[in-house]
């Protein structure tokens, strides 16, 4: 079974989006940026927040982002009549994310799954006891009040930084779980 691996973007005071739901990053900015520019060679299947799928715009991103026929499991409360045209092949929509982990895991195989998004698939991944690295962005702004990225007994203690990088946009943090944690 492969990792489960999740990409984040949080601001100097921890919150990864501002009191109007707006993300710290947009979609764009995140394409190849630091060392999260390497996640997409990695993964097997992708999972994501509903949120963050109708943040990106236009769904061809989507399929930009990672290597072809990689599977895009999106968790929404509300049914999805159609797959968007443009979306990439592969995309699902799961009324759950342990639905929606399941589903990655099983499409992986033993590549890793990629959990992207906003903090509440940071959140249920950190949950599951499952999530083995984080791949961090901490841009050099603050926001004052929006939603918290780590909050709720989240186990962040459990993880240590193994690699970093400063780029103009953010500091980029890989932390991994510490073994036995």
């Given at each position: 079974m492969g990792r489960?691996?999740?990409d984040?973007?949080t601001s100097?005071d921890?919150?990864w989006a501002?009191a109007?739901?707006?993300?710290?990053?947009?979609?764009?900015?995140?394409?190849?940026?630091?060392?999260?520019?390497r996640?997409g060679d990695?993964?097997?299947?992708?999972?994501?927040?509903?949120?963050?799928?109708d943040?990106?715009?236009d769904p061809s991103?989507?399929?930009?982002a990672?290597?072809?026929?990689?599977?895009?499991?999106?968790?929404?409360d509300?049914?999805i009549?159609?797959v968007?045209?443009?979306?990439p092949p592969?995309?699902r929509?799961?009324?759950?994310?342990?639905?929606?982990f399941?589903?990655?895991?099983?499409?992986?195989?033993?590549?890793?799954?990629?959990?992207?998004?906003?903090?509440s698939?940071?959140k249920?991944?950190?949950?599951?006891g499952?999530?083995?690295e984080?791949?961090?962005r901490m841009?050099a702004?603050?926001?004052?009040?929006?939603s918290?990225l780590f909050e709720?007994?989240i186990?962040?203690e459990?993880?240590f930084?193994?690699?970093?990088e400063?780029?103009?946009?953010?500091?980029?943090?890989?932390?991994?779980k510490?073994?036995?944690a």
């Open positions: 489960m691996i999740i984040a973007a100097l921890g919150f501002d109007r739901g707006r993300s710290v990053m947009r979609a764009s900015d995140l394409h190849g940026s630091g060392l999260s520019g996640l990695v993964c097997g299947a992708v999972v994501m927040s509903r949120r963050s799928f943040l990106s715009g991103w989507i399929g930009e990672y290597a072809a026929q990689t599977p895009v499991f999106v968790v929404t509300t049914p009549a159609s968007p045209a443009n979306g592969g995309l929509f799961l009324g759950s994310y342990a639905d929606a399941a589903a990655a895991r099983q499409a992986a195989d033993d590549r890793a799954v990629l959990v992207v998004g906003e903090a698939a940071l249920a991944a950190m949950r599951t499952e999530a083995d984080i791949w961090l841009t702004r603050t926001l004052g009040r929006g918290a709720d007994g186990p962040v459990n993880y930084v193994s690699e970093m400063t780029t103009s946009d953010a500091v980029h943090m890989h932390l991994e510490r073994i036995g």
